[in-house]
């Protein structure tokens, strides 16, 4: 069966920093790139990340560049998300999905619609 699991999410305070990892399962790691995406409540489902496990390309959109970095380690088909600087508008449920493509900007044009995999998400919470 396919998992993925999005953990490490948690109460912090502004300016903080939080580290989410996504355990994936069940499918061939290196052939897809993985996406970190939030939904904070009343809004859309946001694609803010991904990463390539084929060429290693990262995508980040503009309300997470510079703050938050994401890694891969495909020994452990597990997926980081690096969050510094958090900001109360990071507030959001965060999700790891993976698409079938070979790059991350493949995957930034696709997301957050067609996916083939989605995880469970994990509560973010940054207090003012």
């Known amino acids: 069966d396919v998992q993925l699991q999005a953990f490490g999410g948690g109460l912090v305070q502004a300016g903080g920093s939080l580290r989410l990892s996504c355990a994936a399962s069940g499918f061939t790691f290196d052939d897809y790139a993985i996406g970190w995406f939030r939904q904070a409540p009343g809004k859309e489902r946001e694609g803010i990340s991904c990463i390539s496990n084929s060429d290693g390309s990262t995508y980040y959109a503009d309300s997470v560049k510079g703050r938050f970095t994401i890694s891969s380690d495909n020994a452990k088909n597990t997926v980081y998300l690096q969050m510094n600087s958090l900001k109360p508008e990071d507030t959001a449920v965060y999700y790891c999905?993976?698409?079938?493509?070979?790059?991350?900007?493949?995957?930034?044009?696709?997301?957050?619609?067609?996916?083939?995999?989605w995880g469970k998400g994990t509560q973010v919470t940054v207090s003012s």
């Open positions: 999905a993976a698409l079938w493509v070979t790059t991350a900007q493949a995957m930034a044009l696709k997301m957050p619609y067609a996916i083939d995999y």
